[in-house]
């Protein structure tokens, strides 16, 4: 059964990032559709996936990650602007039967991302 996942790293502190809200959008026509808003846990992750089995179709995602308004949390002074406040992260699912894992690892002026497992 296929799922999609993901966990937020603070590179800066070296931590889990605790506390992040995460938006999951499907991309249809150009258009951004908004399937869920989760927060992540103690560890980082979700506490479930954010799709699996028939909810995960193939198709255009988008994960947006609320990073600036985790660092504020955090009490970490950040420019204002925040050089980076809210991090989109684009990415296909082509085969709905397999685990897409997509973390990010993040600190207030960097960011990562790779496809994990």
């Known amino acids: ?40 846990n103690h560890d980082g992750r979700c506490d479930q996936p954010l799709l699996e089995g028939a909810d995960l179709a193939a ?3 988008e994960l947006e ?11 970490v002074k950040l420019p204002e602007p925040a050089f ?10 082509a085969d709905v039967n397999a685990h897409y894992h997509v973390p990010l690892l993040v600190s207030p002026w960097s960011y990562s991302t790779y496809r994990g497992s």
């Open 59 to 61: 198709g255009v995602y």
């Open 1 to 40: 059964m296929g799922r999609l996942t993901t966990h937020v790293l603070d590179t800066a502190a070296g931590t889990p990032g605790q506390g992040m809200s995460i938006t999951l959008h499907k991309i249809v026509d150009n258009r951004r559709e908004t399937l869920k808003t989760v927060v992540t």
């Open 84 to 93: 980076l406040d809210v991090v989109p992260l684009r990415f296909g699912i």
């Open 65 to 75: 990650f609320a990073a600036g308004d985790y660092f504020r949390a955090q009490g």
